[in-house]
Structure formats: structure tokens, C-alpha cells
């Protein structure tokens, strides 16, 4: 099988930044499509980024232009580098990727936006 961890969430001011990190192992490889999603409460969970195993990233809307998603391969972790940070964000982050047929989560990681 294979395991997800995230880490980096916190609180922050508004126009802060933070950076998340997913871990991936056993048999997941950070070179696998990932994705972040996010949950706020009494809302659904919704796409944030994603990247493919070719190196396409693609964003919701409404982090266009803030937030960035990245790799690094040797390191088995997948990134989102958040910046210009509004409390709308605040959300539980989690990192997501699919192993064979299934859809493998990570626990997820609170970032809190707020002055």
C-alpha cells in the first residue's frame, strides 16, 4: 500500500504565505498525479491544484495566480506553496492520489487565515 502525510498548515495573517508538504510512501511516488484539496467547515471538499506525472499543473480559479504546486522527486513530496493568503482559505488541506483503483488521502493539515 502506500501512505500520504501532510504537514506545514498553521494560522496565518491575511496576505501571509505558507508552504504544505505531502509525503508520500510505499508505493506511492511522489511522481504520481497528485492533488491538493481542501475542506472548510460546513462546506464540501473542493479541487484546489493538481499536478500530473508529466509536470501539468492546473488550479481552481480562486487560487490562480496565489498558490503553486510543485515536486520534488528525490525528496517523495509533493508542495503547495500558498501566498497572498485571504481568510477564505482557512480550510483542513488534504493531498490526494490514486493507487490501482483506488483513491488514497492523506489526513489532511488546518490552515487558519485569520488577524
Known amino acids: 500500500q502506500g501512505q500520504l502525510v501532510e504537514s506545514g498548515g498553521g494560522l496565518v495573517q491575511p496576505g501571509g504565505s505558507l508552504r504544505l508538504s505531502c509525503k508520500a510512501s510505499g508505493r506511492i511516488s511522489s511522481i504520481f498525479t497528485m492533488s491538493w484539496y481542501r475542506q472548510a467547515p460546513g462546506k464540501q471538499r473542493e479541487l484546489v491544484a493538481s499536478l500530473t506525472s508529466g509536470g501539468t499543473s492546473n488550479y481552481a480559479d480562486f487560487v490562480k495566480g496565489r498558490f503553486a504546486i510543485s515536486r520534488d522527486i528525490r525528496k517523495n513530496t509533493v508542495y503547495l506553496q500558498m501566498n497572498s493568503l485571504k481568510p477564505e482559505d482557512t480550510a483542513v488541506y488534504y493531498c490526494?492520489?490514486?493507487?490501482?483503483?483506488?483513491?488514497?488521502w492523506g489526513q489532511g493539515t488546518q490552515v487558519t487565515v485569520s488577524s
Open positions: 490526494k492520489t490514486n493507487l490501482g483503483v483506488n483513491d488514497v
